[in-house]
T-cell receptor
């Protein structure tokens, strides 16, 4: 069965709206959460890494004030895209991890479309 | 700079034949390599991995080969089945910029025709 629950799976909203994406690890305690973004025909790109109870580490080029990450518990992390614009339209995927080595589990992703 | 490259965006094979998906990497610090399979509107699922100390790892119909000197790995699927049709991502793990990272290729879309 699924070990990661991510929702919503699809969001369409107007420019300027803030969107919250939730990611839950179902079978294990996720000390680390990875958030990825995938634009069409491009690689999965790591946006940020968060550890439970501490601030997220953002990759170069990712605005921390725009992509707010909360990792308040070992089973839940949220990514909020604040004041979303059409260029933020993408496929966002979370990946909770018990440790940072080895295979990771992924959520089913959230397709975000900003009009 | 793309550190993990999958130069073939798509591949089409006949059911029962072998599918070979290729991946090249540039960073010699990568020491663990993984293949993920992704269906539309779903997250990637782990398929098979290989450590840099090995040159081959086999799991059922899936075999991954690693050529460290060439910085090249490949995924062989034999026999290929229609249900294998998906996008396959190669990923490399290692210390990049001082921290452990997982870097993905752009993916290869495999179509297995009945």
């Amino acid at each position: 069965g699924a070990v990661v629950s991510q929702h919503p799976s699809w969001v369409i909203c107007k420019s300027g709206t803030s969107v919250k994406i939730e990611c839950r690890s179902l079978d294990f305690q996720a000390t680390t959460m990875f958030w990825y973004r995938q634009f069409p025909k491009q690689s999965l790109m790591l946006m940020a890494t968060s550890n439970e109870g501490s601030k997220a580490t953002y990759e170069q080029g990712v605005e921390k004030d725009k992509f707010l990450i909360n990792h308040a518990s070992l089973t839940l992390s949220t990514l909020t895209v604040t004041s979303a614009h059409p260029e933020d339209s993408s496929f966002y995927i979370c990946s909770p991890a018990f440790d940072t080595l080895g295979p990771q589990h992924f959520g089913d992703g959230t397709r975000l479309s900003i009009l | 700079d793309q550190q993990v490259k999958q130069n073939s965006p798509s591949l089409s094979v006949q059911e029962g034949r072998i599918s070979i998906l290729n991946c090249d990497y540039t960073n010699s610090m990568f020491d663990y390599f993984l293949w993920y399979k992704k269906y539309p509107a779903e997250g990637p699922t782990f398929l098979i991995s290989i450590s840099s100390i090995k040159d081959k790892n086999e799991d059922g119909r899936f075999t991954v080969f690693l050529n460290k000197s060439a910085k090249h790995l490949s995924l062989h699927i034999v026999p290929s089945q229609p249900g294998d049709s998906a996008v396959y991502f190669c990923a490399a793990s290692g210390v990049v910029g001082g921290s452990e990272k997982l870097v993905f290729g752009k993916g290869t879309k495999l179509t297995v025709n009945p």
